[in-house]
């Protein structure tokens, strides 16, 4: 075979062979870029879906992130003379002593009232002042109650003595207080709205001026003020009674004579009333059925 044969042959067997060879230079790289393509899919689902659950975490942490501020935004003013229908009353006493505020004991938001309240009295050179004050306040849904106590209790002091314990009822409310202060708070005395005035007679001692604080349509909710060995001073914060639908009067039937009459003033507290029994009379040997 001649050279120039020879050299022809081999030509064509390398131009083949590199054919072959660019086609499966190409196959592979459609095959690498096709692997790639499916990678890179596969990491952007896999990226989109870890965004999604970090997404869904992020929102059930900013949750618990919002209740815990919330929680601690009440904690750090869980005082009730935030809420605005709290009205403070005026304070009675001295600036002596350590201050006390009992609304900082509540755990909620609720409106709360005083349940039962327990005084004692200490005398001192012939003179008796309030020596403590302990309230059980309480919510109209029973919250759990919280028992708040201000000055010295238990009667540990030289001079102490009781002034016994008091339980209101379920729809009594403290409307009126009724006291006499100085250099300290002298006494202390409470009227409820069932026309109750407890203790009978009042914690303490004859000295010092004479008070009477109540607020129309408001009942006691808490106090604060302050104390050490007795109380110095105090304060009085009073709640709105809820207010009541408006009632609508119907038509006056017959006539103007007589003197009037109206049931709700017996009402004794700010819920709604309705007849349970009802009883009547008729007049006898009159013209017609009149009811007396």
């Not at 499916?38 to 870890?50: I, P, S, T």
């Not at 929680?71 to 009353?89: E, F, M, V």
């Not at 900082?104 to 349940?115: C, D, E, M």
């Not at 507290?269 to 009811?291: C, D, E, F, G, H």
Request: hydrophobic fraction near 30%; charged fraction near 15%; charge should be neutral.
């Amino acid at each position: 075979m001649h050279s120039s044969t020879i050299i022809a042959s081999i030509i064509v067997l390398v131009t083949i062979a590199a054919k072959y060879s660019s086609v499966a230079t190409h196959d592979s790289y459609i095959q690498a870029l096709r692997r790639r393509t499916h990678a890179y899919n596969y990491d952007k689902n896999q990226q989109r879906n870890m965004f999604l659950r970090r997404l869904a975490q992020q929102l059930i942490e900013d949750g618990d992130s919002d209740e815990n501020l919330r929680s601690a935004a009440w904690k750090r003013d869980n005082s009730a003379s935030a809420l605005p229908i709290i009205q403070p009353g005026k304070l009675y006493g001295s600036s002596g002593g350590a201050p006390f505020d009992d609304s900082t004991h509540f755990t909620s938001g609720k409106l709360y009232a005083p349940q039962t309240i327990t005084m004692t009295r200490i005398s001192t050179n012939g003179q008796n002042t309030m020596e403590s004050i302990s309230i059980t306040y309480g919510t109209p849904d029973e919250t759990t109650p919280v028992v708040c106590r201000d000055g010295v209790t238990g009667g540990t002091q030289s001079g102490s003595a009781g002034c016994g314990s008091v339980t209101l009822g379920s729809d009594e409310k403290i409307v009126t207080v009724i006291g006499k202060y100085g250099s300290a708070v002298d006494a202390l005395q409470f009227v409820t709205n069932k026309d109750r005035t407890i203790p009978d007679p009042k914690c303490g001692g004859t000295g010092g001026v004479d008070f009477t604080e109540k607020k129309q349509g408001y009942y006691l909710s808490y106090i604060s003020g302050t104390t050490i060995d007795r109380l110095f001073s105090i304060q009085f914060h009073w709640a709105p009674f809820p207010a009541l639908p408006i009632i609508q009067p119907g038509k006056l039937y017959g006539a103007s004579g007589g003197a009037p009459f109206d049931d709700s003033t017996y009402f004794k507290s700010w819920k709604l009333y309705a007849p349970q029994t009802i009883t009547m009379t008729q007049i006898p040997n009159s013209p017609s059925p009149v009811i007396g």
